[in-house]
């Protein structure tokens, strides 16, 4: 079975016709929700980051 690359560029493209791509609408919203996302869990982190900081410099100068 010999390797076709004019064979595989037809499956290729049969198979990219098979997938339902989103809508610009669907890319937009989606795109948006992911920054939405990223901005809430550094905020989280970032205090959550804050939070340990101070028990751990509180915890280090008890004598």
Known sequence: MAFS??????????????VTWPSRR????TTIMVF????????FF???DQII???VA???TMH
């Open 26 to 29: 669907e890319t937009t919203i």
């Open 36 to 43: 939405v996302m990223v901005a809430l869990s550094s905020v």
């Open 46 to 48: 970032f205090a959550a």
């Open 58 to 60: 509180f915890l280090l």
């Open 5 to 18: 690359p004019f064979k595989f560029l037809q499956e290729v493209r049969t198979e990219t016709n098979k």
């Open 53 to 55: 900081r101070y028990l």
